[in-house]
């Protein structure tokens, strides 16, 4: 692979994993929150969409014959193990998990697209990728802002736990785009 195809081969890796591991968060939410919780048919929804997300990355890794991480089943297991812990601490903490994963994920988006940008100005345009980044970008931006207004900053430890949870994130999108 050219430098340039290696570098978009791990955009969509990285991408796909991020899907792979917050449908895997809302999944384990769930299952502890069930239906009655506050906040469960926002986290429902919000899960609809990820998994949405998800499924227009694993065509486009099928399209353009990218690997997937291969980390993704561990990814898998610990967003499922996050998502299940944060919804035993309560829907405030569920809502603090997501606030912490999409404040992660808008900046690995944006930075994304500013590379993006930068191959276009240099007459390497991927109008496909960067238009899918740029649309999901905006939903896990109202994602955040969702958490935010139902209450995620009132999540016992909120600092503590939003950064040991943007730790993980920026951590993950480090090796998923390596592995």
Same mark, same amino acid.
């Given at each position: ?55 227009? &990355?694993?065509? /486009? ?12 089943? /561990? ?13 035993? /601490? ?22 994304? /697209? ?16 960067? =238009?899918?980044?740029?649309? &999901? ?7 955040? =802002? ?24 920026? =951590? ?8």
């Amino acid at each position: 692979m050219t430098g340039r195809s290696e570098q978009r081969a791990r955009m969509i890796r990285v991408d796909h994993a991020g899907e792979v591991g917050a449908t895997r968060i809302y999944a384990g939410q769930i299952a502890v929150m069930g239906d009655r919780a506050p906040h469960s048919a926002q986290i429902r929804a919000m899960a609809e969409q990820e998994a949405a997300h998800r499924a227009e &990355f694993d065509a /486009l890794l099928t399209g353009r014959g990218v690997r997937p991480t291969a980390l993704q089943p /561990l990814w898998s297991a610990a967003g499922y193990a996050l998502g299940a812990a944060t919804a035993l /601490l309560g829907p405030e903490a569920a809502m603090a998990c997501t606030a912490a994963v999409e404040t992660e994920i808008d900046r690995h988006y944006s930075r994304q /697209l500013e590379t993006l940008e930068q191959d276009r100005a240099d007459g390497r345009d991927d109008p496909e990728l960067a =238009a899918l980044i740029a649309r &999901f970008r905006e939903d896990e931006r109202e994602h955040h =802002a969702t958490a935010i207004a139902s209450g995620a900053e009132r999540a016992p430890a909120y600092r503590l736990l939003s950064g040991a949870i943007r730790l993980g994130c920026r =951590a993950a999108i480090r090796l998923s785009e390596r592995v």
